[in-house]
């Protein structure tokens, strides 16, 4: 549990929380499968946070969430407070969850059916499946992806830290919704941005 702020927050601070909460993307999200590493999991939720990602959805089919107390105050720099966070325990239930809120579903994977990051479009509402250090997206996760893609490596090595990975793939539609001029006007229901105001001068 992240403490209310103990005095009111100054006019510009309310300005710049409702400038960065009006850059929010409902439609743009993560999914962790699995991510054990809690200076991954801090980096990540600081990405999303920089790329106006609205939420994130963690799964662990074990059962065992990240414990947030762990998360690096350095590396999060607090992003963990802002980012809005959805646990599951059951892969297919996330991902038929992700699908009936209308989300095409990409996994960062190594196959051979993989496209090239540059050729995906994350203009319309993406669920992003990034896995674990280890084994990457599992199996059973990307078999309810509707593509797959790959960050490309010059390199001996063939994959990148998943934080890193995931900076990547969030900045290459960071990159397509600006164009689009994505950014420019909350998307957010006014409903949700009045309740997230709300919750967001208490931290």
């Not at 690096?72 to 980012?83: H, N």
């Not at 892969?91 to 196959?111: H, K, N, V």
């Amino acid at each position: 549990m992240i403490p209310a702020r103990k005095t009111p927050p100054s006019p510009e601070r309310v300005e710049r929380l409702r400038a960065a909460l009006a850059r929010r993307q409902p439609d743009l999200t993560v999914v962790l499968e699995s991510v054990r590493d809690m200076h991954n999991v801090s980096g990540i939720l600081r990405t999303c946070d920089g790329a106006g990602v609205f939420e994130v959805h963690l799964l662990y089919t074990n059962g065992v969430f990240p414990n947030f107390h762990q998360v690096g105050r350095r590396s999060s720099m607090g992003a963990r407070k802002w980012v809005e966070k959805r646990l599951h325990d059951n892969t297919a239930a996330c991902f038929e969850t992700l699908r009936r809120e209308g989300y095409r579903i990409l996994a960062s994977r190594l196959d051979d059916g993989a496209k090239e990051l540059g050729e995906m479009d994350f203009t319309g509402p993406t669920a992003i499946i990034l896995g674990n250090e280890h084994d990457g997206v599992s199996p059973e996760a990307a078999a309810f992806a509707d593509e797959t893609f790959r960050i490309p490596m010059l390199g001996v090595a063939q994959s990148l830290n998943v934080s890193v990975a995931a900076g990547i793939a969030l900045y290459e539609a960071v990159r397509q919704r600006t164009a689009k001029g994505m950014y420019e006007t909350s998307r957010l229901p006014p409903d949700v941005f009045e309740r997230m105001m709300e919750k967001w001068k208490q931290l």
